[in-house]
């Protein structure tokens, strides 16, 4: 697969799944739907930036770094907005970014490749 | 009269064993092997000003028949052209009248010896090279016969080559032959390698050729020997092999030339599947090793999410 549509498609489910996890704090509970869209529009803003890296870049190793790096910082974004929770927010955020940054470099397809798997 | 003592009797024989290289543009140096039929010296190319390796006709077994086997071991190996067989460069019939050939020197390391220090995974790898040549030879039209660890040699630079190709055979109508081949297919089987004539290593020939039966030979008697190899380079390995590399051992090796895969190229394949984690076409698998051979294929990314969900319910726990 396109490493930028994997990027893209892991970036949402995991920041959905992220998202859902918001219902085992009760008092968040009542605007889950709003953190759901938020965390999966923010998964889907880091795929497309990691998938893009990887596009550019055929490297494992920065490609795990720049994944961990923009999950980081979309997170810190989003905690900044919330003024607290910096440690419950960056660190998952973080982490999918990580995985997101694994996966493109891992499984995702160059489009030449791709060409020439087609011919 | 002087009776000759064993040591002189052992001299005198290794003298005889020396090739008459009079007129011709080698000087001997050392013998590096002998085999029953031929023995292998290095020589020097006094023209070229560099060693080469001469398979010379034993003194003993200078008959006409094995002459002619001899002349066509350097006559295939001329045909076939390939970074994995060792390049012919020269042949003939020395002053003494034994049949010799002149190749490349191989320095380097038996199969044998090679694998001691390799991994299974290493291992696997190096058959699948020593698979390239073979496969080669049997699109042109070439069957070995004769494959076995003994015939298998890693250059200093790390090349495989398959040697001795002696009891090479020519399979008839085979679409990709070169021209030359009939011709020389036709002097082989002239040469007695006719119905019943055991023609192999035992331990490494297929049934049909421990049977004699020369006209069952095809690619996949030269399967089975390769399965034999990978059996022998399993069996002395430390790790003990995976049940679908054992079927990929047996098919290869199966008694019935049916079972057995049909080319080099679809048991080469099995191997790559094998390496790269994927289900191999000798082993179906039950739905329990194939979610085991998933996770292994995909461990990093398994681990990750296992992080990920445990992290989760760490935050989940201790938030209440």
Sequence with gaps: MNKVVLGILLGAILGAFDGLTAWFTPEVRSQMVGIVIGSTIKGIIAGVLIGFFARKVNSLALGIIFGLAVGALLAFGIAAMQHGHYFAIMLPGSMVGLIVGYATQRYGAQPAMQKAQRA | ?320
């Design chain 2, 1 to 320: 009269m002087t009776r000759l003592s064993d040591h002189v009797i052992s001299r005198l024989q290794g003298e005889l064993l020396v090739p008459d290289l009079t007129g011709t543009r080698y000087q001997p140096v050392r013998m590096l092997g002998r085999g029953g039929m031929a023995t292998v010296w290095l020589v020097n190319d006094t023209v070229l000003r560099r060693p080469v390796a001469m398979k010379v006709l034993a003194p003993e077994a200078s008959s006409p028949e094995l002459a002619a086997r001899l002349l066509n071991e350097a006559q295939v190996l001329a045909q076939l052209e390939h970074p994995g067989i060792v390049p012919v460069h020269d042949a003939g019939t020395l002053a003494d009248g034994r049949t010799f050939y002149c190749m490349k020197c191989v320095q380097g390391k038996t199969l044998e010896e090679f694998i001691q220090d390799i991994g299974v995974r290493e291992r696997l790898e190096l058959l699948r090279r020593i698979m390239e040549p073979v496969a080669f030879a049997h699109a042109r039209g070439f069957v070995h016969r004769d494959l076995k660890p003994g015939n298998v040699m890693i250059g200093e630079f790390g090349e495989v080559l398959v040697m001795d190709w002696g009891l090479a055979k020519w399979l008839e109508g085979t679409a990709h032959a070169e021209p030359d081949a009939p011709l020389l297919a036709a002097e082989v089987e002239k040469e007695g390698t006719s119905h019943g004539t055991v023609l192999g290593t035992r331990g490494f020939m297929s049934p049909e050729q421990e049977r004699g039966d020369q006209q069952s030979v095809d690619e996949r008697s030269d399967v089975f020997s390769l399965g034999a190899i990978l059996q022998f380079m399993l069996a002395n390995g430390k790790e003990q092999p995976s049940r679908a590399l054992q079927a990929i051992a047996a098919t290869a090796t199966a008694a019935e030339k049916g079972s057995r895969y049909p080319g080099v190229l679809e048991f080469s394949a099995d191997i790559e599947h094998y390496l790269l984690g994927e289900p191999v076409n000798a082993y179906p698998e039950s739905v329990l090793e194939k979610a085991a051979r998933q996770v292994r294929r995909h461990q990093v990314a398994v681990v990750l999410v296992l992080v990920y969900l445990i992290m989760r319910l760490a935050f989940i726990i201790f938030s209440h």
